[in-house]
């Protein structure tokens, strides 16, 4: 028998129902009512009210100060600025290059941990307990190691985006493969399916969503350590332009560096699981929120 399952053969052969469900059904579009885009509008408007009266009122809660921390309308000031100002796409474009350099470097290096280790006894006990090791050590301690065995800034820049994304796709990716029924395996393997159509048609479709929320995941953490990977030797970047705000005091452009990386990942994970929704058109539409 070919050591794939043939068309024919999974027409004839009897449904499993497994923890993916009775059938795939088409997916359908996400859309929001408009309730809940008045509630997540609502929301949006009250931290901005609560941002403004505790800003403007320079509140003093002991623990907490907002003494020094600007209103809303003194940032929207320094962002409109910035919109004008001749080196905004240096800024982003030496970001996203590193954001993204860093991101795809650990969904393909995430991605093909997390299939060895969900699959493998061996690779989970050889692989596993140093990525465990690895995985709390946050992104600023790897500055001066990253340093040290990287010549260039750029790829140091780009290693520290890349720590930051890995460990949410390897988790998930492993998490998505243990999750495939294995009678879904085991229905494969009798239809005449080697490992490799196994893992292409069984074990990546199963896993799939999984991973796309990993990668998800890690697109917004390459984005939270931006600033930190920046840090290095940066001359450009977001992650530079707020640093270099805090160092020169100019408060309204750190909350505007703050906010432009959060649009821009919180952009970026939307994108990312767009992407993985075009990507993985069998996930029913019952997944919908």
Known sequence: MSGSISASAIETAPPIRGAR????????????????LARRGLALALSLAAWHLAASHRL?????????????AAAAQAAWALLHAPLLPTHLGASLVRVLSGFLAALGTGIALGLAIGRSRLARDLLLPPLEVLRPIPAVAWIPLAILMFPSSEVSMAFITFTGA??????????GVESVHPRLVAAARS??????????????????????????IGMGTAWFCLVTAEMISGQYGIGYFTWESYTLQNYDDIVVGMLLIGL????????????????TPWIGAGAQR
Not at 60 to 72: A, E, S
Not at 166 to 175: C, G, R
């Open 21 to 36: 469900g009775p059938a795939i059904r088409a997916r359908s579009p996400r859309t929001l009512p408009l309730g809940r």
């Open 191 to 216: 239809l005449g399916a080697g490992d490799t159509a196994i893992l292409r048609e069984v074990i990546l479709p199963g896993a799939a969503p999984s991973i796309v929320t990993g990668a998800a």
């Open 166 to 175: 890995l460990f949410p796709i390897l988790l998930n990716t492993v998490h």
């Open 264 to 279: 821009l990942g919180m952009g970026s994970s939307l994108v990312v699981r767009w992407l993985g929704e075009r990507a």
């Open 60 to 72: 003093d809660l002991g623990l907490v100060t907002f003494r020094n921390v600007p209103t809303p």
